[in-house]
C-alpha cells in the first residue's frame, strides 16, 4: 500500500480571500458539498471570528458534510473558542490556529511593547502564546494544528523551538506555511528536511505545508516538500488564494497520480470530480481560469499545431501525459433545450454536482425555461452560471425592475432604470459616452452612489450569436475591491446587473462590518490574515 499524502482544501478560506471573491454562504455549502465527493481529507471552511458571515458559513458546512472540517483562528482565546462554536456541530473536526514567527511579522505585527521590548523578548512571548493557544485548542479536540506564519523567512533555529513547542502543546499537525511566495523549491524542501532531523519531538506530528503562488513556485514548492518529509498539503482548487494564490489542488493531485512511478505516494482524490469543481468554483467566484492554465485550462488538452494533432490522431500519447476524460472532462458536449425537460435538467445539474432541493429544481427549471428561450443550446457552463446567477443568489438589497436604453452610435445613448431598494421603488435616467456609461449613471443617479470602475470586463459564456454575456465589474471601496457580476444574452442588462450585484456587495460588507462579532484584540494583529 503506498504511503498517503493528505489533501487539505484551503478554498472556502484562503482561496476566498482572493481579491473580488466573495461567495455566500449557500455557494460557500455547495462548493464544500463539492469538495466532499471529491473526497478532500479536510476543508477549512473560513475564519469563523472575522465576520458573521464566515461563522455561519463554516457551522452550516460542518454540519453538511462527512469530511473533516476545520476553521482557522489565530493564537487568542477568543478566536479558538468561536471557532469551536463554528466547528461543534461536524462529525469531525479540527482547529487550526496560527501566529506569525518571522522577525518581519514579529517587529511590524508586534510592535506594541505589551509584547516584549527586544526581538528576543518578543518571540518569547510569540512561542507562550502559540503554545497556551494550541492548549487551548486541545481542551475542545485532540485533533490541532499549529501554523508559524510566514514560516518560509523564519529564522531556522526559532522556526525549530516554535515548532518543537506546539508540538509539546498537542498539535497534532504542524503546518508550515511560506505565507509570501519567497522561498526556493530546493530551499524550502531543505527546510522540511532541517525541520525534521532538528524538531527532538517531530515524529509525533505530521508536517504540513501551505504554499502560496508570488513567484510561481508553489506547487515545486509544496512537491519539494513532500519529498523531504510534508505528508499534508495545503492548496485550493484553480489555486486562487490571497494575492497570486495558493498551490493548485489540481495540479498537486495530478503531477503525484500522473507521476506515480516518481513519487510512489498516493492520495485519496477522485480525480475524475477535478473539472465540475473547477468550473463550479470558477463561476461561483467569478475567478475565470486562464485558458493555459495546467489540468483544467481550457486548452489543457487541445492540440494547435499540425505536427501534434497528426501525433494525437496516430495515439493520443504521443503529446498527451493524462486524458482530459481522466479528470472528469466530458468526451461529448451536452446540450440542452427548451424540450428537455424537468428530468433532465435535474439529472444534467446533479452531474455537475449541484445537490438541489425540490424548491430550487423548479426555480431552476423556470430560470432554465426562460433562458432557453432566448438561447437555443444551453451548455455545461451556461447551467453553471445560472446557478452562482439565480439559485444561490442571495436576498438582494438593490434589484434592477427595468431598463430602457436607447443607442444612436456619434452621439450620446440614454438610460432609464427603475430599481427596487428594499420595498420601494426609484427611478432615474442619465445620458453618457455609451450605452454602458448611460446605464451606470443612472444607477449612480437613482441610487445616489458614484463608484468609480476598477475594472470593467465582458465574456462570453459559451459560443455562438445567441452566447449569454458576463460582464464582471470590480471597484474599490473602504479598501477593499468588492465584484460584482451579471449575466444576460444582453450585454447592457449584464452590465447592469453586474454594477448592481457590486453595489449589493459594497452594502452587505457594510451591514456586517457594523455587526462584527468581535472587536479586535489588537489593531495590529487584527490584520494578520
Ligand atoms: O499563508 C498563510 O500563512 C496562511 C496561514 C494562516 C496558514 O494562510
Ligand atoms: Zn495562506
Known amino acids: 500500500m503506498k504511503e498517503k499524502i493528505v489533501i487539505f482544501d484551503t478554498t472556502l478560506r484562503d482561496g476566498e480571500q482572493s481579491p473580488g471573491a466573495s461567495l455566500n454562504v449557500l455557494e460557500k455549502v455547495e462548493i464544500a458539498r463539492q469538495l466532499a465527493k471529491l473526497k478532500v481529507d479536510i476543508i477549512e471552511a473560513g475564519f469563523p471570528v472575522s465576520s458573521p458571515t464566515q461563522f455561519e458559513a463554516v457551522q452550516q458546512i460542518a454540519e453538511s458534510v462527512d469530511v473533516t472540517v476545520t476553521g482557522l483562528a489565530r493564537a487568542v482565546e477568543q478566536d479558538i473558542q468561536v471557532a469551536y462554536e ?40 510569540i512561542l507562550k502564546m502559540a503554545q497556551e493557544a494550541v492548549a487551548f485548542a486541545k481542551t475542545f479536540t485532540d485533533d490541532v494544528e499549529f501554523s508559524p506564519e510566514d514560516a518560509g523567512r523564519t529564522d531556522i533555529g526559532y522556526l525549530v523551538e516554535v515548532v518543537e513547542a506546539t508540538i509539546a502543546a498537542g498539535a497534532v499537525t504542524v503546518n508550515i506555511p511560506d505565507t509570501t511566495g519567497y522561498t526556493m523549491p530546493a530551499e524550502f524542501g531543505a527546510k522540511i528536511a532541517e525541520l525534521r532531523k532538528r524538531v527532538s519531538n517531530i515524529d509525533q506530528a505530521m508536517i504540513s505545508v501551505h504554499c502560496h503562488n508570488d513567484l510561481g513556485l508553489a506547487v515545486a514548492n509544496s512537491l519539494s516538500a513532500i519529498q523531504n518529509g510534508a505528508r499534508q498539503v495545503e492548496c485550493t482548487i484553480n489555486g ?18 500522473v507521476r506515480e512511478d516518481y513519487w510512489g505516494f498516493q492520495t485519496g482524490i477522485q ?65 440542452l433545450g427548451r424540450h428537455s425537460g ?16 425540490k424548491e430550487d429544481l423548479q426555480h431552476a427549471y423556470d430560470k432554465f425555461v426562460e433562458l432557453a428561450d432566448k438561447k437555443k443550446e444551453i451548455l455545461d457552463d451556461d447551467l453553471r452560471i445560472l446557478m452562482g446567477d439565480e439559485i444561490y443568489a442571495t436576498d438582494r438589497h438593490y434589484e434592477m425592475q427595468s431598463l430602457h436604453v436607447s443607442v444612436d452610435t456619434g452621439t450620446t445613448s440614454t438610460a432609464t432604470i427603475s430599481i427596487k ?36 470586463q465582458v465574456r462570453s459564456v459559451t ?4 452566447a449569454q454575456g458576463e460582464v464582471l465589474v470590480r471597484i474599490r471601496r473602504h479598501g ?27 452594502w452587505a460588507y457594510t451591514q456586517e462590518a457594523q455587526n462584527k462579532l468581535t472587536t479586535p484584540v489588537d489593531e495590529s494583529f487584527a490584520q494578520t490574515v
Open 342 to 357: 424537468r428530468h433532465g435538467l435535474a439529472a444534467r445539474l446533479k452531474e455537475l454536482g449541484y445537490n438541489l432541493s
Open 480 to 506: 477593499r475591491l468588492f465584484m460584482g457580476r451579471g449575466v444576460s444574452t444582453d450585454i447592457i442588462e449584464a452590465s447592469a446587473k453586474a454594477y448592481l450585484q457590486v453595489l449589493n456587495d459594497e
Open 240 to 257: 486562487i488564494g490571497e494575492r497570486a494564490g495558493n498551490a493548485a489542488l489540481e495540479e498537486i493531485v495530478m503531477a503525484l497520480k
Open 421 to 456: 431598494v428594499g420595498d420601494r421603488a426609484v427611478q432615474d435616467s442619465a445620458v453618457g459616452d455609451g450605452p454602458v456609461d448611460a446605464t451606470f449613471k443612472a444607477i449612480d443617479r437613482a441610487l445616489g452612489t458614484k463608484a468609480s470602475i476598477e475594472s470593467y
Open 86 to 125: 463554528a466547528l461543534k456541530g461536524a462529525r469531525r473536526f479540527r482547529i487550526h490556529t496560527f501566529i506569525g514567527t518571522s522577525d518581519i511579522h514579529i517587529k511590524e505585527k508586534f510592535r506594541d511593547n505589551r509584547y516584549g521590548r527586544t526581538l528576543k523578548d518578543k518571540r518569547a512571548t
Open 463 to 466: 459560443a455562438g450569436r445567441d
Open 271 to 335: 480525480v475524475e470530480e477535478i473539472f465540475n469543481t473547477s468550473r463550479m468554483v470558477s463561476a461561483f467566484t467569478g475567478l475565470i481560469v486562464q485558458p493555459n492554465k495546467a489540468v483544467v485550462g481550457d486548452n489543457a488538452f487541445a492540440h494547435e499545431a499540425g505536427i501534434h494533432q497528426d501525433g494525437v490522431l496516430k495515439s493520443r500519447q504521443t503529446y498527451e501525459i493524462m486524458s482530459a476524460e481522466s479528470v472528469g472532462v466530458a468526451k461529448t458536449r451536452m446540450i
